[in-house]
């Protein structure tokens, strides 16, 4: 039976699903994480290398305007940060 660390290093989730809807899927997860986590807001948000790559390849992968993702990504953020401001919680 393999360890913990073995199966979580060996495990996946993504089996039979295209190289590119696997690349797409990664990008989205990661930007919606950083729409709602504001560590990874402040480490990965606007300003950032991170931020910049993520939000052009996402924008690229759907036929969208750059300005429009990274747009709906910073207002995700700002939501998470005005939450922090006032004690709620920020939803989606």
């Given at each position: 039976m393999p360890?913990?660390?073995?199966?979580?290093l060996t495990s996946t989730q993504m089996d039979?699903?295209?190289a590119e809807e696997q690349l797409l899927?990664?990008?989205?997860?990661?930007l919606n994480q950083i729409m709602t986590n504001p560590t990874l807001a402040y480490c990965c948000g606007i300003g950032t290398e991170t931020f910049s790559l993520l939000t052009e390849a996402?924008?690229?992968?759907?036929l969208r305007g750059?300005?429009?993702?990274?747009?709906e990504v910073l207002n995700g953020i700002q939501k998470i940060q005005n939450a922090g401001s006032t004690g709620e919680e920020a939803t989606g």
């Open positions: 360890t913990l660390r073995e199966s979580m039979g699903q295209p899927k990664a990008v989205r997860h990661t996402y924008a690229k992968a759907t750059v300005e429009s993702v990274r747009k």
